[in-house]
């Protein structure tokens, strides 16, 4: 059961921002929204995660709505290195066990 | 070390064989996980282990698969009598206790069953 709803793809310019939804209305109390991407070739590297309150760090911002049953990534300069697959995720952590669930992901083109 | 290190990087092997895949993850990090992902496809859970706790194996997807984690630290992943369906990246991951400073995967081992 898929907890999460991404689109399968985007497009951006370089130098833009890059505005990747993802839509969880299940999402529970005690559940983080958590973000990753996959550069091909490569492991899933950690962006970012939030609980209910916007986010930003060196990589990216995390938006969530106040119902938190969407949140929005934004890079906010994309370059053509971002282009990869990005997953959004809802886990609980805490006293759950910290299994992952992945689902397809977005695939972003970051173009010049 | 810096990050998590899996090895090989690459295995090629034949039906039937067995084989085994490491995953050295960040010191100190005290959950472990091992994920599969196919060709094109999502990332599929195998097995998570958290400190001394028994293992979540829930993800396993045949008895010709187990892992082990020795000491808490080194785990590995073992495929008895491979399938070609078992080809895929084999992804570990590692975290400080429940992962909520999120999860640091290594760059996998790419299985090939031939």
């Not at chain 1, 890059?18 to 209305?25: D, F, I, T, V, Y």
């Not at chain 1, 973000?35 to 911002?61: D, F, V």
């Not at chain 2, 975290?95 to 760059?107: E, V, W």
Request: charge should be neutral.
């Amino acid at each position: 059961d898929a907890k999460t709803t991404q689109p399968t793809s985007m497009d951006c310019a370089e130098g833009r921002a890059a505005n990747l939804p993802c839509n969880h209305s299940t999402i529970s109390g005690n559940e983080y929204v958590y973000w990753y991407r996959q550069i091909h070739s490569q492991g899933p590297q950690y962006i970012i995660h939030g609980l209910k309150n916007n986010e930003t760090n060196e990589m990216a911002s995390l938006i969530i709505t106040e119902d938190r049953k969407s949140s929005t990534l934004i890079l906010p300069h994309a370059t053509l290195r971002d282009t990869a697959v990005y997953y959004c995720i809802v886990f609980a952590g805490g006293t759950s066990y910290g299994k992952l669930t992945f689902g397809q992901g977005t695939i972003l083109t970051v173009h010049p | 070390g810096a990050g998590v290190s899996q090895s090989p990087s690459n295995k090629v092997t034949e039906k039937g064989k067995d084989v085994e895949l490491r995953c050295d993850p960040i010191s100190g990090h005290t959950a472990l996980y091992w994920y599969r992902q196919s060709l094109g496809q999502g990332l599929e859970f195998l097995i998570y282990f958290q400190g001394n706790s028994a293992p979540d194996k829930s993800g396993l997807p045949s008895d010709r698969f187990s892992a082990e984690r020795t000491g808490g630290s080194v785990s590995t992943l073992t495929i008895q009598r491979t399938q070609q369906e078992d080809s895929a990246v084999y992804l570990c991951a590692s975290s400080y206790s429940q992962g909520l400073d999120g999860y640091t995967f290594g760059s996998g081992t790419r299985l090939t069953v031939v």
